[in-house]
């Protein structure tokens, strides 16, 4: 495996791999214990790969992280989230807090498609929620990403450091000198005033201000919708949800966004692909808006190159919602490409396509949609 080859001359303690979806994950797992021996591999499925030498999502791409000595190899810690994401969430926090000292920084990353007919997702929100009532009050960094074989949501499963599993989460938990610099891309811009969540079930939203939710998202886009179910929706539009002062000036990362899965039109629903919407919940129809999304992912990565300028770098590790890609997104310019080139040379650079993305939002880490999260770790001053 030509991928593996960087990694021989300092023989990693812990190898973090992204595959994608047209691998088979026992034939990599075989090579890797082939040419590296018995390694812990950590990670999974992902709907494409990101490297300072390109990118892709035609499947067939391998991301390799190998993590060498005490100082900054994580610990590893893996939990089931069957039958209950959110109890699953609570027994990985409190795993994590019995090895975690206060500031440590943690990567979770999860399997997320929970089944395929009707397709479910495993909920991020019940399992990121779950994890902060774990940790019973320690205070980490969490960042992370659930997982994805391709952009239809075909399918998920993660490495588990030995084998390959279906629903389940992973965390690592670095080392007290490891810190993280995260940076928010998002995208999105209101095209409606604000909103009542008038009725809701979980993820279905039914009523918008009183009215079948679907309706009134297709006056307000001008879109009909078609044989998709859907598709035009998630590939245009979210709904938002503005955090702090309504009232202030627009401001991208005020929101957090929640994608459509999916429409009934037999029920003038939509689906969000996370059920942490609730009753009387004030939102926003938002736009996925391209020409928005690259001002903001050259803005992250400016930003993130002036927070991250004299220090002690060790890798930056972009978690890119598939649905930023051009094959999904229209966008002329990949996004990936321009936080690729952007990014300060000399930083360790690496990312996966990921389905949901996890990172510090206003005090507290959450699911978002839609975004691209950019971290950097980093040896603490």
């Given at each position: 495996?030509?991928?593996?080859?960087?990694?021989?001359?300092?023989?990693?303690?812990?190898?973090?791999?992204?595959?994608?979806?047209?691998l088979?994950?026992?034939?990599?797992?075989?090579?890797?214990?082939?040419?590296?021996?018995?390694?812990?591999?950590?990670?999974?499925a992902?709907?494409?790969?990101?490297?300072?030498?390109?990118?892709?999502?035609?499947?067939?791409?391998?991301?390799?992280?190998?993590?060498?000595?005490?100082?900054?190899?994580?610990?590893?810690?893996?939990?089931?989230?069957?039958?209950?994401?959110?109890?699953?969430?609570?027994?990985?926090?409190?795993?994590?807090?019995?090895?975690?000292?206060?500031?440590?920084?943690?990567l979770?990353?999860f399997?997320?498609?929970?089944?395929?007919?009707?397709?479910?997702?495993?909920?991020?929100?019940?399992?990121?929620?779950?994890?902060?009532?774990?940790?019973?009050?320690?205070?980490v960094?969490?960042?992370?990403?659930?997982?994805?074989?391709?952009?239809?949501?075909?399918?998920?499963?993660?490495f588990?450091?030995?084998?390959?599993?279906?629903?389940?989460?992973?965390?690592?938990?670095?080392?007290?000198?490891?810190?993280?610099?995260?940076?928010?891309?998002?995208?999105?811009?209101?095209?409606?005033?604000?909103?009542?969540?008038?009725?809701?079930?979980?993820?279905?939203?039914?009523?918008?201000?009183?009215?079948?939710?679907?309706?009134?998202?297709e006056?307000?886009?001008?879109?009909?919708?078609?044989?998709?179910?859907?598709?035009?929706?998630?590939?245009?539009?979210?709904?938002?949800?503005k955090?702090?002062?309504?009232f202030?000036?627009?401001?991208?990362?005020?929101?957090?966004?929640?994608?459509?899965?999916?429409?009934?039109?037999?029920?003038?629903?939509?689906?969000?692909?996370e059920?942490?919407?609730f009753?009387?919940?004030k939102?926003?129809?938002?736009?996925?808006?391209?020409?928005?999304?690259?001002?903001?992912?050259?803005?992250?990565?400016?930003?993130?190159n002036?927070?991250?300028?004299?220090g002690?770098?060790?890798l930056?590790?972009?978690?890119?919602?598939?649905?930023?890609?051009?094959?999904?997104?229209?966008?002329?310019?990949?996004?990936?490409?321009?936080?690729?080139?952007?990014?300060?040379?000399?930083?360790?650079?690496?990312?996966?396509?990921?389905?949901?993305?996890?990172?510090?939002?206003?005090?507290?880490?959450?699911?978002?949609?839609?975004?691209?999260?950019?971290?950097?770790l980093?040896?603490?001053?």
């Amino acid at each position: 495996m030509t991928c593996v080859k960087p990694l021989l001359g300092h023989r990693p303690d812990l190898v973090l791999a992204f595959c994608g979806g047209k691998l088979d994950p026992g034939t990599v797992l075989a090579a890797l214990r082939d040419t590296l021996g018995d390694v812990p591999v950590v990670g999974g499925a992902s709907a494409g790969g990101i490297t300072r030498q390109g990118y892709g999502y035609s499947g067939l791409e391998l991301v390799l992280i190998g993590f060498s000595g005490a100082e900054v190899t994580p610990r590893l810690v893996v939990q089931d989230l069957l039958p209950d994401e959110m109890a699953g969430g609570a027994a990985l926090g409190a795993a994590v807090r019995g090895v975690a000292e206060d500031g440590a920084v943690v990567l979770l990353l999860f399997d997320s498609v929970a089944s395929h007919l009707p397709l479910r997702l495993h909920p991020a929100s019940h399992i990121v929620e779950g994890f902060h009532r774990g940790l019973g009050g320690r205070e980490v960094t969490l960042f992370g990403g659930g997982l994805l074989t391709d952009m239809n949501l075909s399918d998920s499963w993660v490495f588990d450091g030995a084998v390959l599993r279906h629903h389940a989460a992973v965390a690592l938990v670095f080392p007290p000198g490891i810190a993280v610099e995260t940076s928010i891309l998002h995208g999105c811009r209101p095209i409606s005033t604000f909103m009542e969540i008038t009725r809701i079930d979980g993820a279905e939203v039914y009523e918008l201000d009183g009215q079948p939710a679907l309706g009134v998202i297709e006056r307000m886009l001008g879109l009909r919708l078609g044989e998709a179910q859907g598709q035009e929706l998630s590939l245009v539009a979210t709904l938002g949800q503005k955090q702090g002062d309504p009232f202030a000036p627009y401001d991208e990362n005020a929101y957090v966004n929640r994608l459509i899965l999916r429409a009934s039109p037999a029920t003038g629903s939509v689906t969000l692909f996370e059920p942490d919407f609730f009753p009387g919940a004030k939102v926003q129809i938002m736009a996925r808006d391209n020409a928005l999304m690259l001002d903001s992912a050259r803005n992250g990565v400016a930003a993130m190159n002036r927070a991250i300028e004299g220090g002690d770098n060790l890798l930056a590790l972009y978690i890119d919602c598939a649905g930023r890609a051009s094959a999904r997104s229209g966008a002329l310019t990949e996004e990936a490409e321009v936080v690729r080139t952007g990014l300060a040379e000399g930083v360790p650079f690496a990312g996966f396509y990921s389905g949901v993305e996890i990172a510090p939002f206003r005090g507290y880490s959450r699911p978002l949609d839609w975004t691209g999260v950019l971290a950097v770790l980093r040896r603490r001053g």
